[in-house]
């Protein structure tokens, strides 16, 4: 693998367009949504470039190495991987765009009609795990698909969000974060982030454990409503605004002192991020079931974690209190 160097925040030329399928109802319309897949494409190639330049930036010492990939049944990507860092222990930024058929079960259990059809998916998704456990995990992912099936209309939407998984929260940096998805979601309409707000909480919700992964963020998926443009554009402001919800987190929390106590108690929550990631994930799920790279695919893991047979905080402990947390909030 070859360090990755920033290229400036300039999107890189999309792909030619791929049809859907030899099947579409029409070869316009099918011509038409490879157009949109280019498109999408070349935000999220320049989205990578930026996220991974700014993540650089504030880390200071550690430095993304990429590893491009192709996929047999079409398609490929670019996993780029920062592995101790200055301030990360491991930072993932994956683009892919892959293409193939039939389309698998994580992507038709809500759409039946779309058993057996064909794909276009093309993302940007990426994990954060810092080493201070008074740095908060955090995960953002923007992608656009399109599906067709013989006999059937074409379709695509996209999907999206970002959340944070803080280990010692702090009221200042949830309310941070939250407000910053409140003023990318308000020119969309004013019941916009309250929906997609209440959607990750109950979407990064361990139903096993009683508890959400973190303090939540922004949720959606299946958007087309409104057209085309206006759902790029939402997207992109989602991709573009993690940076901002973030970035002032970490300059806030990154000099903290810590000690093994701090440090142990991150690596057992961190398996609270193990087990949503296998168990529920639907990315996960999807990218195993269409054949994508396990490498990639698996990138999400913190490189660190520790399991403990029925652990519970010393009451009224820093500890402790993260529980108060780990349940849906009205933070703004």
């Known amino acids: 693998m070859r360090p990755f160097v920033a290229r400036g925040g300039v999107p890189q030329q999309a792909g030619s367009g ?13 011509h038409a949504m490879s157009e949109q897949a280019d498109l999408a494409e070349s935000f999220l190639r320049g ?20 590893d491009a990939w192709t996929r047999p049944a079409g398609g490929g990507g670019r996993t780029r991987v920062m592995r101790e860092g200055g301030l990360f222990e491991q930072a993932g930024v994956n683009f892919s765009r892959v293409s193939g058929s039939p389309l698998p079960p994580s992507a038709t259990a809500h759409r039946p009609d779309l058993v057996g059809g064909s794909f276009i998916a093309t993302g940007v998704s990426l994990v954060l795990h810092p080493r201070n456990p008074y740095l908060p995990t955090t995960h953002a992912n ?6 067709s099936k013989e006999g059937a209309e074409p379709v695509w939407w996209f999907g999206g969000g970002f959340d944070l998984t803080p280990y010692y929260p702090f009221d200042e940096d949830v309310r941070h974060w939250h407000n910053v998805a409140k003023d990318l979601c308000e020119p969309y309409g004013d019941d916009v982030y309250a929906r997609y707000k209440r959607w990750c909480d109950e979407y990064f919700y361990l139903k096993h454990r009683g508890e959400t992964r973190g303090v939540g963020g922004l949720f959606y998926d299946d958007l087309n409503e409104g057209g085309f443009d206006r759902c790029m554009n939402f997207t992109r402001d989602v991709g ?9 987190i970490v300059e806030r929390r990154r000099d903290m002192p810590y000690g093994e106590r701090e440090r142990e108690f991150q690596l057992y929550r961190r398996g609270r991020y193990v087990e949503f990631n296998l168990v529920y994930d639907r990315g996960t799920l999807f990218g195993l079931q269409s054949g994508g790279r396990t490498e990639s695919i698996l990138m999400s893991l913190p490189p660190r974690v520790r399991f403990e047979y029925a652990y519970a905080p010393e009451a009224d402990s820093p500890e402790a209190r ?10 703004v």
């Open 240 to 248: 573009e605004g993690f940076l901002d919800g973030y970035l002032p």
């Open 47 to 66: 989205l990578q470039d930026r996220i991974c330049a700014a993540i650089e930036g504030i880390d200071g010492k550690g430095r993304f190495e990429e």
């Open 322 to 331: 993260l529980q108060e947390y780990l349940k849906p909030r009205d933070w």
């Open 142 to 147: 923007v992608r656009y698909f399109e599906a």
């Open 18 to 30: 791929v049809l859907l399928s030899s099947a579409a109802p029409t070869r316009r319309v099918a």
